[in-house]
């Protein structure tokens, strides 16, 4: 009772096809369906962006998708479009079982500033009310899976470990976009942090 499941953006844009496709970023949704139902509370992120968003490529003319700017907040790596509110891009990939979720926390809304973790906004200072919502329902350990591993999984996991939550990444339910050695940068950080790795069952 004290355990959530996380699933963070298992969606269309993020799966092979899509606008910021992962390498086999559809493989989580079969974890993510077998492990739903295990959890008393289930939580998914949804990144969800205005079609005008500052991480967007398109918003920095003469730059290239993938490279890295400078934002208020540090840096920010230029995405190509993806997820814009309300398309079939940003919706959950349609094998994905929705009925045991709880709550939906959308992130990125804000046109100014990214939101990698489902807790807080890139800023590291604009809470999107996950954590609050976790220490509500007595939620002591989060167990987390779905996509990227290297920027929204791992973000999460960073912020809920100093939030003070126990954290399992769920490998198998997981996948990478490995930009530039970001996937072992990740992993290293992770582990840092205390971050458990586990496998589903
Ligand atoms: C993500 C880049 C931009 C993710 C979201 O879900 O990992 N990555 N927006
Ligand atoms: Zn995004």
């Not at 490279?67 to 479009?81: A, F, H, I, K, R």
């Not at 349609?94 to 046109?111: E, M, Q, S, Y």
């Not at 100093?162 to 769920?170: I, K, M, P, T």
């Amino acid at each position: 009772m004290t355990d959530a499941l996380v699933l963070i953006d298992i969606q269309n844009d993020f799966c092979p096809g899509g606008a910021l496709a992962v390498p086999e970023g559809d493989r989580v949704v079969a974890v993510a369906n077998r492990l739903a139902p295990m959890f008393g509370t289930v939580i998914l992120s949804q990144d969800w962006h205005p079609a005008d968003h500052r991480s967007f490529v398109t918003a920095h003319p003469g730059k290239a998708a993938f490279e890295s700017v400078t934002m208020d907040y540090g840096p920010q790596v230029l995405w190509p479009p993806h997820c814009v509110a309300g398309t079939r891009g940003a919706a959950f990939v349609d094998g994905l079982d929705l009925g045991p979720a709880h709550v939906i926390v959308r992130k990125g809304t804000n046109r100014d500033t990214d939101s990698y973790s489902a807790f807080q906004e890139n800023d590291k200072r604009t809470s999107t009310g996950l954590a609050g919502l976790l220490r509500e329902r007595g939620i002591e350990r989060i167990f987390l899976a779905g996509l990227a591993t290297d920027f929204c999984v791992c973000y999460s996991a960073l912020d809920a470990r100093a939030l003070g939550f126990e954290v399992c990444l769920v490998e198998d339910g997981c996948r990478a976009i490995d930009l530039d050695g970001s996937l072992d940068l990740a992993r290293a950080k992770m582990a840092a942090a205390g971050v458990k790795i586990v496998t589903s069952p």
